[in-house]
Structure formats: C-alpha cells, structure tokens
C-alpha cells in the first residue's frame, strides 16, 4: 500500500475559550486573579470564558496566562487550521466519543508493511479492516494513556490480535499490556520507535516517536492538540515542561498526531500553539 492517505477532516478540538480555562485551573488562577491582574472588568473577563470573544479582552489575558495573544486571538477570530500533513504510513481513525471525537492511529512501513496500532478509540474495526484490506503485519499496540476514550476497543484488538504484544505507561497499568519507560525503543527493521514519557495531562502518559517514514512522526495522545493540549489533570507544569523538552525539541517536520482534533506539526505549533509564546517572534 503506498500513496498519502486521505485523513479524516477533523476539527480542533478547543475552541480560544477553552485554552483559557485550561490555562487557569492549570496555573490555579482565578477570575479574581484575573481581574487583578489584567486591569479587564470582572464581567469583562467572564463574557470571553463563556465564548463572547472580544479581542482586546483575550490579548489582555493572554500574558497574565503565559500564553502567547496573537494565537490566542487567532484561535477566536477561528483563523487556523493546521495543514495535513502528507506523509505515506501513517492513517488516522476518528470515531465518536460523548461530546466530542477520539483518534487512534495505524503507522506501516510501506515497503516491509509492519504496523504498529496505537490506541484503540471508541471502535477500533476500521482499523483492523485496514490492517487486512492492505496486508499489513500488525507487531505492536502502543497505548499513549488509559484514559477510557482512547483504550475503549482493546477487548477487540486484543482478540483479533493475540499474538500481538500491547505497551502502556509503566504508571498506567493495564491487563495484559507491558510497561514502557521513558526513552525505550522498539526496533522493527527500517522503523524506530521511541517512548518519551509526556505525563501531565495523565500520570503515565507516553508519546511514541516513529523514524524510518519519510518525516519523523509523534503520537503524542493528550499531550499536545493542534493549538491547545490536554488539561493538566496531575500537573499542568509537568505536561508543559515534558512537551517542551521531549516534543518541542523534535524536527520542525515532524507530524504531530493527538488524540483529539486534526494532525499538525511541531514547526505549526510552534508558530501557532498559544501555549508555547516563547516559539513567537
Ligand atoms: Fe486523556
């Protein structure tokens, strides 16, 4: 199977207001602080978190948040979108979740058709069919985390797939899956794949680095969104520091994919994610 796949459009999964209320829980500001802070009313301040986008509230909030204003204000003015990243090997699999949409992904190496599934999503069937529709020869299943949305249909790998050995974070235990620590590698001949621990969002969280595609590769769960990223449920401190250090500091090619919201690129984020101001001219 060669040729780029069609990836599913997929929109962002957060909107400027939620950048911010993530930012606020995760640095324990609150609208008080805010106010405090900014100068901005404090009914002026509660319009734009409930999405009456205003923009010079939102660049005014911006650097009290640490998060970069243009971007922010980029996001509410619904400017952006990351570009697709052409790249053959690598299909994302969309299915619905309650109130929002969940992705796992297939990566093969086109030429020895290895593949490696991680994550399951909500219905891992499409991508089974894809496994066997192009011949491929599943060697792993990499879990980025155990929260519920993105493990859903393991039963069913697990099952259609038995011989086929299931990572997770050692911090994330799950039946049947082995424990992947920080900078382990998997070598499957022209295909590396490197865990990085990107814990924050979760306590085990991990993301898989693939080489041997044409452009480096990240499956980065909820650590990273296309202009936002996961909530910092056990540290939003961690989950900034982790992807600054082992996500910001891969190749401006390299094709970002998240659990939620469209595919992107560390160089698209760097530009764009609002999260990350020190990457902005
Ligand atoms: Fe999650």
């Given at each position: 199977?060669?040729?780029?796949?069609?990836?599913?459009?997929?929109?962002?999964?957060?909107?400027?207001?939620?950048?911010?209320?993530?930012?606020m829980r995760g640095l324990g500001i609150s609208v008080e602080v805010l106010?405090?802070?900014?100068?901005?009313?404090?009914e002026a301040i509660a319009a734009v978190l409930e999405g009456e986008f205003d923009v010079e509230v939102v660049a005014a909030l911006a650097p009290v948040l640490n998060?970069?204003?243009?971007?922010l204000v980029a996001m509410g003015k619904?400017?952006?979108?990351?570009?697709?990243?052409?790249?053959?090997?690598?299909?994302?699999?969309?299915?619905?979740?309650?109130?929002?949409?969940?992705?796992?992904?297939?990566?093969?190496?086109?030429?020895?058709?290895d593949a490696f599934l991680f994550d399951t999503g909500t219905d891992a069937r499409a991508m089974l069919e894809m496994i066997n529709n192009a011949q491929l020869k599943a060697r792993a299943i990499f879990l980025t985390h155990t929260h519920r949305d993105h493990i859903m249909d393991l039963e069913r790998l697990q099952q259609a797939l038995p011989d086929v050995p299931v990572y997770v974070g050692r911090k994330e235990p799950v039946d049947g899956a082995m424990p992947v620590d920080d900078q382990q590698q998997f070598v499957f001949g022209d295909i590396s794949i490197e865990a990085r621990l990107t814990s924050g969002h979760s306590?085990?969280?991990?993301?898989?680095?693939?080489?041997?595609?044409?452009?480096?590769?990240?499956?980065?769960?909820?650590?990273?969104?296309?202009?936002?990223?996961?909530?910092?449920?056990?540290?939003?401190?961690?989950?900034?520091?982790?992807?600054?250090?082992?996500?910001?500091?891969?190749?401006?090619?390299?094709?970002v994919c998240p659990g939620h919201g469209p595919m992107t690129s560390i160089g698209e984020e760097k530009e764009h994610n609002p999260c990350y101001p020190e990457f902005k001219m």
């Open positions: 199977m060669s040729g780029n796949i069609q990836q599913p459009v997929v929109p962002l999964e957060d909107l400027y207001e939620d950048v911010l209320g993530k930012a106010v405090a802070r900014s100068g901005l009313t404090r998060l970069n204003a243009s971007s619904k400017q952006w979108q990351p570009q697709t990243p052409a790249i053959d090997g690598v299909a994302m699999f969309n299915t619905p979740y309650p109130g929002m949409t969940v992705n796992a992904y297939l990566i093969w190496d086109p030429k020895s058709k306590i085990g969280g991990i993301s898989y680095i693939v080489t041997g595609l044409d452009r480096p590769v990240a499956v980065v769960g909820d650590a990273l969104f296309a202009s936002s990223m996961g909530g910092g449920m056990i540290s939003w401190a961690d989950a900034l520091a982790n992807n600054r250090s082992k996500l910001f500091t891969l190749p401006d090619d390299t094709v």
